[in-house]
């Protein structure tokens, strides 16, 4: 039997989704306003956790192509980190196909309060960044910032591998890991540490959805024609579409709308789901 949602739950979704991609090209945090709806029209958690990565993905591409040119020369970089993002998104997300449904719902309001205070630490992080570019008196220019050798790198490493898990199981939030990573390392050129931001995010999430996509779950706990998909289709496509019209709108309207605001929203409305995570959790 293959799933149907109703025509008010794909409305509530569509509109999740445009307010998602509004968000995350002013501010982020877009992952807290399409988790929650999916989880509110009826799919089970694990489900609403990939097929939320799914729905999300091409915006991340388009954001990739967007930085592309101001991650050249940083091939070391992109290799020593870029490996341990593929091992542990791939861990991740089988980790989060073997969790049973019950373990991860008693989890998950834990992970969404975690994202939710990773979201709200953007301005720490920020004027970390801020001032270690100002204590290394380095040129701004993106060419310019390759930092050099140093010891911090093995821990930078394994560091990198343990993001990539938190984003193949949950992922919300890694934004904020990768640039505090990149920013102990020495880098400070903003544009190229979203840049590289990019690419580990893809890789992660690339590699997590390969998982999704082939794994099955117990019959009756995921979605399909056998019970057993991580991935709704169907929604996750519609979802993707909404993302990409919201990106666009919220990029001709950022000026209008101040970041502060958008922030303290998406802050509040995690907060409050994981306070009704904890209270009620979710059960199929």
């Known amino acids: ?14 509109v999740a989704a445009v307010l998602a991609g509004t968000v995350n090209s002013l501010a982020g945090g877009g992952t807290l306003i399409t988790f929650p709806s999916l989880l509110a029209v009826g799919l089970p958690a694990r489900v609403a956790n990939a097929t939320n990565t799914m729905a999300l993905w091409p915006g991340l591409i388009s954001s990739l192509w967007g930085y592309r040119r101001f991650v050249r020369n940083n091939g070391k970089a992109i290799l020593l980190l870029g490996l341990p993002s593929l091992v542990g998104g791939t861990a991740g997300a089988l980790l989060l196909s073997h969790t049973t449904d019950n373990t991860f719902a008693r989890i998950l309001p834990w992970l969404i309060l975690m994202a939710t205070g990773l979201f709200a630490s953007q301005g720490i992080v920020a004027n970390f960044i801020r001032n270690r570019r100002t204590e290394s008196h380095q040129p701004l220019e993106e060419e310019a910032d390759n930092p050099p050798w140093t010891p911090y790198w093995y821990v930078a490493v394994p560091f990198q591998f343990i993001i990539g898990l938190y984003g193949g199981y949950f992922g919300a939030g890694i934004g904020i890991l990768i640039l505090t990573n990149l920013g102990l390392l020495g880098f400070h050129h903003m544009h ?3 840049g590289l931001k990019n690419i580990f995010g893809a890789l992660v999430n690339v590699m997590a959805l390969v998982v999704f996509i082939t794994a099955r779950l117990p019959a009756g706990t995921g979605v399909g024609p056998g019970r057993n998909l991580m991935i709704d289709w169907p929604v996750a496509g519609l979802m993707a579409c909404g993302s990409i019209a919201g990106g666009y709108m919220g990029s001709r309207f950022a000026r209008r709308v101040g970041q502060v605001v958008v922030r303290r929203l998406v802050v509040v409305i995690g907060v409050s789901l994981s306070l009704t995570l904890l209270l009620h959790p979710v059960t199929h």
Not at 1 to 14: G, K, R
């Open 192 to 194: 190229k540490m979203n």
């Open 1 to 14: 039997m293959i799933d149907v949602q109703p025509p008010s739950h794909l409305l509530l979704l569509v």
